[in-house]
């Protein structure tokens, strides 16, 4: 059913928006490097593709006059999901741009941030692509080469955010949203595995994996 | 194509940071160990300052300001008393914060990144939020509700792509993005509340003013070109008066030719008559001819009692219960020789209002007789011999062509006009004429009497 394409269809936009965010942050600092700008290329494009395809799927969703009131109101809300998602993915493509270029990495002395982060982003990266491994291309001129594609890219997607807007007749205040304050504590994975609080250094042995997360936030705050 | 230019050059104060980070010539960083692991850069606010002493050439405490400004601004953290953004001239730690979270005035920190990271943390520590981190919470989820489903997806997956990276990784990460929302939304213990409360208040006006009835813009667009359409013609700055615009040429034929008591009005006025029954009872000349009409149907209560009820609006205060009186004696009481046939509730409720009579006390009922002339007897007068032969009668005169020496002497001829003061006594005396002549009574003209009694 054309609903639960969209929602699937969604959903992966939305992954990989968050996973582009991740990858942002990481530019300019000393996790930066050609495979970043690769993992940030591939991220993008693949979120390209998500939003087309979700687009299409929306509009003709919304351009059917013969669905019920409950089934318009659904795809005005996951409309306003879509173009909300598109809203942060735009300015973090715009913000990569800024950054790639204000920290070149093809230069006789990078200049990358020493932040204290130094890991690679690739199970970042592979999380977006849904992919096991990630497998690179060498490309030493990537971040010359593809930020004139990220320029053409974000003309791009803001000429679709504006036609999306003259097209589509969504207020998107007036959509109710489904989810409740607090709704993100019943999600399956903050159960369980996220941090114990620092109370519980004195307490119990924490987990090693959440145990250093305790500590360094305890030595800090 | 777009050519691709690398930036060559950045502020004066990210140049210094990129500078006081360099691992060989900026400041000495060192590692924290944690357990089994270490996370790398961390640097002291003693060293940070006297680098800067150093390198700028500065005072210890001009080099103290400057590094408070650096953490004011964000471009470095604090690690512990994470809330209080100085520098420390001692062995508190910093970190240099990561390019993405620099102050830059292109980004401004938005409300539902900040709702996405307050839904991030609220998973991270189970819905023990800071007070005022749940004030922000509450407060942007109210704000926010027609994005909430969004921000709630966006933060569980920002959350989960989060657990991808290395522990180390995921310390700085989350000591970077708080520090970045400790500047940009500081916690406010005080004023938070009374904040709130404005903001409440400025979204439910909001909300009312979103469950007003909208126009759709197609709608309001397409009367616009309706008007300009109807109008346009008549706008003398976009078509010419005939038979010549007085302030261009000096001949003021126009003027009159168009005066309020002229037998035979021009074709142009008598056209605006038709476009609507606004035009038609404004214009003076037209609303004589509308009433000509109505005397022949013997239809003018409703004029009448329009014209009482301007009368009202526009009177001497000192008149208005008399006028009151007059008018519920003559349209509104039950067998009143002009009784007018309006809707049993506005007529109880113009009734109620006159025993403490204002000046607006009619608008209704006039608003409703307004409506009723409106529909059936401005368009019966459209089609009526009287308008049609009128419209037959009207003036349309040549335009004048005046060549520059007539233009000249036009300009040496010209005279006051005729004084208000004859204008207006002309007015009474026709007034006083129609008064006279016709019956039932002309309750204009008894209006306008009582006017000047008091």
Sequence with gaps: MGKEECKTMLDAL????????????????????????????????????????????????????????????????????????MELLEVDMKRSLEIGQDFPLKVPTRHLIQTGMTGSTTTVAARAMSVQNMKYEADSNIDTADLRDLQSEITQVSQMMEEMEMKVQVAPWAVEAKQEAGAELKSNMSVGNSSVGVISICEEEPKEEDGVLNVYIATCE | GRHFYPKQHRSELEAIVVEMQDPKSGVKGSEQKLNVTAIPHVITGKDIIAWIANKMKTTPEESNAFGTMLVAYGYIYPLQNHKKLVMCNDTSLYRFQTP????????????????????????????????????????????????????????????????????????????????????NRPPVSVCVCVLLCVFIYTNMFYQQAIM?????????????????TTYKNHDPFLAPCLPSNPWQTDNDTYWTLNMRRVDVPTKMRVERWSFSLFELLTDLRGRDDFKIFLKKEFSGENLAFWEAAEELKWGTASSMSAKAETIFKTFLAPGAPR?????????????????????????????????????????????????????????????????????????????????????????????????????PVDVKAMMSKIDRKK
């Design chain 1, 14 to 85: 939305n992954k990989v928006t968050a996973c582009y965010r991740h990858l942002v942050i990481a530019l300019g600092s000393t996790s930066d490097s050609q495979n970043l700008r690769e993992e940030l290329k591939r991220t993008r494009k693949k979120a390209q593709e998500l939003a087309v395809a979700n687009r299409t799927k929306l509009t003709s969703l919304l351009k059917d006059k013969t669905i019920s009131k409950e089934d318009r109101a659904e795809y005005e809300r996951l409309w306003v999901l879509f173009s909300s998602s």
């Design chain 2, 100 to 183: 993405y979270f620099w102050p830059t005035q292109k980004w401004v920190a938005e409300d539902s990144d900040y709702a996405i990271y307050l839904a991030k943390r609220n998973i991270r520590k189970k819905g023990k939020l800071e007070p005022y981190e749940q004030a922000h919470y509450n407060h942007l989820h109210e704000w926010l509700n027609h994005k909430w489903d969004f921000i709630v997806m966006q933060a569980t997956e920002q959350y989960k792509a989060g657990k991808e990276r290395k522990k180390p990784d995921r310390v700085v990460f989350d000591c970077q993005e708080r520090a970045y929302w400790i500047l």
């Design chain 2, 212 to 228: 007003r009835s909208k126009v759709k813009s197609s709608v309001s667009l397409g009367a616009l070109v309706k008007y300009i």
């Design chain 2, 339 to 439: 009784w007018i046939n309006i809707d049993g509730r506005t007529m109880g409720l113009t009734v109620k209002g006159l025993e403490h009579p204002h000046r607006y006390v009619l608008e209704a009922a006039q608003t409703h007789v307004f409506l009723l002339m409106k529909k059936d007897t401005f368009f019966r007068y459209l089609k009526s011999p009287v308008y049609k032969d009128i419209q037959k009668k009207a003036l349309n005169p040549e335009p004048h062509n005046f060549s520059p020496a007539q233009l000249e002497q036009n300009a040496q001829n010209r005279s006051p006009g005729i004084h208000p003061i004859i204008l207006w006594q002309q007015e009474e005396e026709e007034k006083a004429k129609a008064a006279a002549a016709s019956a």
